[in-house]
């Protein structure tokens, strides 16, 4: 069954500290991972996206995430949180060619601490 | 990347009326498009999948007659909530892909999102 894993509901991080956040995946054929950020109230923003070839992938706002297929993990990364960055961030999975959905995971609330 | 409008980004209305929602793709034409909802602190949950020119797909536990969708074009995907209640408050988000890859990418896109309060 298609699932998307994120196991950490809520992580608090103080200003300009790493961030990493977690996220395992399964899903049947060949994974197209995504990276969201959905501010208060807001839509969803597309960070970052794997699609095949060169697994450490750059995003917007100096985001990273590294595709492992051995540990069917697409963890996001960034070197130094801002405040802004405070938002609720959402994996996702989903095919490449097809009108399938996407599954997302429940997502993790980041807040940032001055 | 592409442009998804979705209208309006809020709206309230007297339980038993019905509200229209709208999910335009700007520039480029979308052969799929779905039908979020979110609950406050949760992910979204895939409410129907609709292709262009055909009915929607509802997943289960959704009621095709209270979520009424149509995606006539391939730029325009609407959800109506028929006789809303105060249970159907919640935020309403689209997505659009065109599956076609004509624009060189596949991935969806989402709209703005609608927050839907019936009193």
Redesign the interface.
């Known amino acids: 069954a298609q699932s998307v894993t994120q196991p950490d509901i809520h992580i608090t991080v103080s200003e300009g500290a790493s961030l990493e956040l977690r996220c395992n995946y399964s899903y049947g054929a060949t994974p197209?991972l995504?990276w969201?950020v959905q501010s208060p109230?807001?839509?969803?923003?597309?960070l970052l996206?794997y699609f095949s070839g060169d697994t450490l992938v750059q995003g917007i706002k100096g985001f990273e995430a590294e595709f492992k297929r051995s540990q069917s993990s697409f963890n996001l990364r960034k070197p130094s949180v801002h405040w802004s960055d405070a938002a609720e961030y959402?994996c996702a999975v989903?095919a490449?060619?097809?009108?399938?959905?996407?599954y997302?995971?429940?997502?993790t609330?980041l807040t940032v601490i001055p | 990347?592409a442009v998804v409008s979705?209208h309006p980004s809020w709206v309230i209305c007297k339980s038993g009326t019905s509200v229209k929602i709208e999910c335009r793709s700007l520039d480029f034409q979308a052969?799929?498009m779905?039908w979020y909802r979110q609950f406050p602190?949760?992910?979204?949950m895939?409410m129907a999948?609709s292709?262009e020119g055909s009915k929607a797909t509802y997943e289960q536990g959704v009621e095709k007659d209270k979520f009424l969708i149509n995606h006539a074009s391939l730029t325009l995907s609407t959800l109506t909530v028929t006789s809303a209640h105060p249970e159907d408050s919640s935020?309403y988000?689209c997505?659009a892909?065109d599956?076609r890859?004509l624009r060189g990418y596949?991935?969806?896109?989402?709209?703005?999102?609608t927050?839907l309060t019936v009193v």
């Open positions: 197209y995504f969201y109230g807001q839509g969803l923003q597309l996206k959402f989903g490449r060619n097809t009108g399938n959905q996407f997302f995971g429940t997502g609330s | 990347g979705q052969t799929t779905f602190k949760q992910s979204l895939l999948t292709n935020f988000i997505s892909r599956t890859g596949t991935e969806a896109f989402f709209g703005q999102g927050r």
